[in-house]
């Protein structure tokens, strides 16, 4: 089978969902990284990857794909993964697409902002935004919280059962946007906690840490204060919108 090439920022949260996928299961993949900062991902090159100019995307000979999630599924039923991953238990499977399905507006929407209007709202402007504006954003994160450890976790060890799926990368990946921009969401829920160590555990702490470390890290470089700046700015309006 000829090698399949991924197209990924580690800034992006569905970017290391799929690289922690490719990696775990030792998919042979060529990984392609594309700096968003510096507008990579804007070129008429990438285009022809993936019009829609977003990361991550995947390339396998002449077939080009993009959204996390499709790109997630394609891997696992391409490649023969182990079946916890995406399960062959139809109702097991369905949960993982249920959980996928929902995350676009919960997860994914919730976590990002908070990333936005805690983490780089400090970082550009130089202080938190108001509490008036922030304490929504904080609220919308933990009711999702809430729904994923009482709907989706309830007193499983992972979101869908006893072993790791597709659904806890995406979801890991979400969160941890949060705690990048400043927000220890797992701090007063113990039940989330051990859940994300669980995860950790499975994916393996140095991998976690490899996917992880460019996000945590943000914040503390410089090379966000320049040549996109309004477009953070813009970001964080929207955030708070």
Known sequence: ?????????????????????????????????????????????F???????????LKHEDFCL?????????????????DHWYPSDLEKRARVDEYLAWQHTNTR?????V?????MAKAVYGEEICSEK??????????????IEESFLQEKRFLVGDEISIAD???????MQAVAGGLDLFKDRPKLAAWKQRVVAAVGEELFIEAHEKILTVLEKSCFKHNYIE???AKIAMAIK
Do not use: C
């Open 47 to 57: 285009g022809k990857i993936n019009p829609f100019h977003k990361v991550p995307a």
């Open 134 to 147: 922030l304490d929504p954003v904080l609220l919308q994160l933990n009711i999702t919280l809430t729904n």
């Open 66 to 82: 993009s959204e996390s999630t499709a790109i997630l599924l394609y891997l696992a039923r391409n490649f023969n993964t182990p």
């Open 1 to 45: 089978m000829a090698e399949v090439s991924i197209y990924l920022d580690l800034l992006s949260q569905p970017s290391r969902s799929v690289y922690m996928f490719a990696k775990v299961t030792k998919i042979p993949v060529k990984y392609e990284m594309v700096q968003v900062f510096r507008g990579e991902h804007l070129t008429e090159e």
């Open 169 to 175: 990368l995406m979801a890991i990946a979400e969160l």
């Open 115 to 119: 990333f936005w209007a805690k983490g």
């Open 109 to 113: 929407l919730h976590a990002g902002k």
């Open 231 to 233: 477009g953070f700015k």
